[in-house]
């Protein structure tokens, strides 16, 4: 694995989690514990798009898909994820 794509992988870690950040202004408690809630129900939702994808394309490129691709082919899924739940979020508590 290239310098370059270890930089791209590591700021795709930092953007998932800066988006999974449940954030409770002055109660840093609340905001570990929603947030490592969060992740908890996030991530099973995540893990089975990517092996359902990684499947797929393992079946049409017909060989392993290295660790570096799957762990991004996660983090792609994991911040769409993301992305909707927070509108969901915050279109709920608006309301």
């Known amino acids: ?3 370059r794509e270890k930089i791209i992988l590591a ?3 930092a953007i998932y989690l800066l988006v999974s950040l449940r954030y ?3 109660r840093p408690v609340d905001t570990i514990i929603e947030t490592l809630r969060h992740l908890l ?3 099973p939702i995540a893990i089975g798009m990517t092996i359902i994808s990684v ?5 049409i490129v017909g060989e392993k ?4 691709r799957i762990a991004r082919i996660y983090l ?3 911040l769409i994820a993301e992305f909707f739940y927070a509108l969901y ?3 709920s508590r608006a309301v």
Not at 55 to 59: D, T
């Open 1 to 3: 694995m290239k310098t």
């Open 24 to 26: 409770f202004p002055g």
């Open 76 to 78: 792609t899924f994991g």
């Open 65 to 68: 898909l290295p660790y570096d």
């Open 89 to 91: 979020d915050y279109t």
């Open 55 to 59: 499947s797929v394309l393992q079946k």
């Open 41 to 43: 129900s996030s991530i």
């Open 11 to 13: 700021v795709l870690c």
